[in-house]
């Protein structure tokens, strides 16, 4: 009886893993007909994409001021490296990029 329930769950688990890979790979095409419709309704092409264009340097630059910020509290309050934190953060980064990508 016990080892029905851990064949059911390894086959549940073996089935959501295939269906969460299916989602992740049909999603960027779903993403680019969404953006490419939104494209074709635009009068001003080229103003919007400036405005998007403005729209990115804002969000990197708040993401770099984010990230500085950190690592000065993270030095101050533990007296540590902040480098090693970025360290760390970047093979978590690398982990999750190699675990979506197809």
């Known amino acids: 009886l016990g080892r029905v329930f851990i064949d059911f769950f390894e086959s549940l688990g073996n089935t959501v893993l295939i ?9 960027p095409v779903g993403v680019c007909f969404m953006i490419a419709g939104s494209v074709v309704d ?3 092409v ?3 994409f400036q405005g998007l264009g403005l729209f990115m340097a804002t969000v990197l630059v708040a993401l770099a001021i984010h990230m500085l910020l950190q690592m000065v ?6 007296f540590r490296n902040p480098f090693r934190l970025m360290l760390m953060g970047f ?12």
């Open 19 to 27: 269906l969460m890979r299916w989602f992740l790979q049909i999603t």
């Open 91 to 102: 093979r978590v980064f690398l982990l999750t990029f190699i675990t979506t990508s197809p």
């Open 42 to 44: 635009v009068d001003d």
């Open 73 to 78: 509290v993270y030095a101050l309050a533990s």
């Open 46 to 48: 080229a103003a919007t």
